[in-house]
């Protein structure tokens, strides 16, 4: 048998059985792994407890503070300590309240229910991070998984063409040489290295990935996390469509108003605003109502001493605390003005940040799309024109091997390139929480 016979043989026999392979173990998907991450993050737990919190303080902050009682002995002669000797002597009972300056206590509760209500947005930018950090942590699983798979087949591959070349160098068939043998033995050995490789990563990022999931001990034990099989194609939301691609830079910037850190920060903005409201009202005065009775007693064989009663206010002047408090309020104006430019600088920065990952999808689909319509149809060729020219001896067989090399090497890039356009779309989903969604296909649900 010719070397293009053998050779036509292990591939036909090749395409038949390697793509009737099944997965069969349990897959990890995406919307999985987000799920057991968000479900077992103790922050937004202790997120939501805060904001409990800061609710009832608001409602407490709202309230006078305690009236003052008071009972004492007034005016006791000292030579006698009789009761009814000094018309002084009485037994008094006050009692005295302290009124809020100004507008405080509604301020101070506005506060923090404005306190209280930041935490939903706090726990929404979690989530959003959350999403996008274990989005970018499953994709690098992903690629060593599609990775693995494709030098697996071709692992498959060249041991079938290694046990050939073996049985036409045994047969004595001049044409196979010890060369080919040799070069055979060196590319199925840079395979299982490569592969090696591939396998240390997807380990050491699973890895970290349970380490998000498995706050709870019953899914550490999950088949999905002990096989670390992933699906063979990625989710329709991490693919490219043409609704992005439209986005111009106004679309940009009003989607990323609703960005939770654009929130967060105007809501900072607001609670700003308070604390200025509050240092102004130090300036209004301070009372406090008092009031007292006092009981006599009477003497003895004498008219009888009419009790005595008592009524006053009192109230703070600021003439010597003016320069602390202006002081106060200027600091108070100055960190709201500060906080406004925060939200700018976090805009500026945001989009920045989103024109960049435009700019970076734009340029991974041109490069995927390269790779579809030029580069993998041309390696292929290459190949199949490599396998003919060795079939009709013709050609040598490190070609076929460098063919096939090439194939793969061309595949993997275009999976790196995917995946490198996946991340791209997790980042740009994470800064422009409203980006239209890809409508999705009954393939791509599969996919899915």
């Known amino acids: 048998m010719k070397n293009g016979a053998w050779v036509s043989w292990w591939v036909a ?3 038949l059985l390697l793509p009737s392979v099944v997965q069969a173990a349990p897959v990890l998907q995406l919307r999985d792994a987000i799920a057991a991450v968000l479900a077992n993050d103790p922050w937004l737990q202790g997120n939501m407890l805060r904001e409990q919190a800061l609710q009832q303080q608001a409602g407490a902050a709202a309230t006078w503070t305690a009236p003052k009682v008071g009972l004492k002995m007034q005016n006791v002669p000292v030579d006698t300590f009789a009761l009814d000797q000094d018309n002084m002597t009485q037994l008094q009972v006050s009692v005295s309240q302290l009124l809020p300056r100004g507008d405080t206590l509604q301020l101070a509760g506005d506060k923090l229910t404005l306190q209280a209500q930041l935490r939903p947005m706090q726990r929404k930018e979690r989530r959003a991070r959350l999403t996008r950090d ?27 063409l290694e046990e050939i070349v073996h049985s036409q160098y045994r047969s004595g068939q001049v044409s196979a040489g010890q060369q080919a043998l040799i070069r055979a033995d060196l590319e199925l050995a840079q395979l299982e290295e490569r592969l090696a490789q591939w ?15 498995t706050a709870n001990s019953a899914l550490s034990k999950s088949p999905v996390l002990q096989t670390g099989a992933l699906p063979p194609s990625l989710p329709p939301r991490l693919q490219h469509s043409p609704a992005i691609a439209a986005i111009d830079i106004q679309q940009i910037i009003t ?37 007292s009775y006092g009981l006599r007693q009477d003497r003895a064989g004498e008219q009888s001493r009419a009790d ?27 960190h709201h003005q500060a906080s406004k430019t925060d939200e700018r600088l976090l805009l500026q920065q945001l989009l920045g940040e989103a024109r960049q990952a435009m700019s970076q999808v734009q340029q991974f689909s041109q490069r995927l799309k390269r790779y579809q319509q030029r580069i993998l149809p041309g390696v292929n060729a290459q190949a199949d024109a ?21 194939r793969l090497d061309a595949r993997l890039q275009t999976e ?33």
Request: net charge positive; aromatic share 6%.
């Open 13 to 15: 026999i090749s395409a």
């Open 134 to 160: 274990t989005t970018l942590l499953w994709l690098d699983a992903y690629l060593a998984s599609r990775s693995i798979a494709l030098i697996e087949q071709n692992k498959a591959l060249f041991i079938q």
């Open 199 to 213: 396998h240390q990563q997807q380990e050491a990022t699973l890895a970290q990935l349970q380490v998000w999931m």
């Open 255 to 291: 989607l990323l108003h609703e960005h939770p850190q654009l929130q967060t920060a105007r809501h900072n903005t607001r609670i700003q605003s308070r604390d200025v409201a509050l240092a102004r009202q130090q300036f209004k005065p301070q009372w406090q109502l008092e009031a």
């Open 308 to 334: 005595v009663m008592s009524v006053g206010v009192t109230v703070d002047v600021p003439w010597f605390t003016q320069q602390r408090l202006d002081s106060n309020v200027t600091a108070a104006i100055k």
């Open 386 to 406: 490599a396998l003919q020219a060795y079939t009709a001896d013709n050609g040598e067989f490190a070609e076929v091997v460098r063919a096939r090399i090439a």
């Open 416 to 448: 790196q390139i995917k995946v490198g356009l996946a991340k791209t779309l997790a980042r740009l989903r994470y800064l422009l929480p409203a980006l239209p969604q890809p409508r999705k296909t009954g393939i791509q649900h599969h996919e899915e």
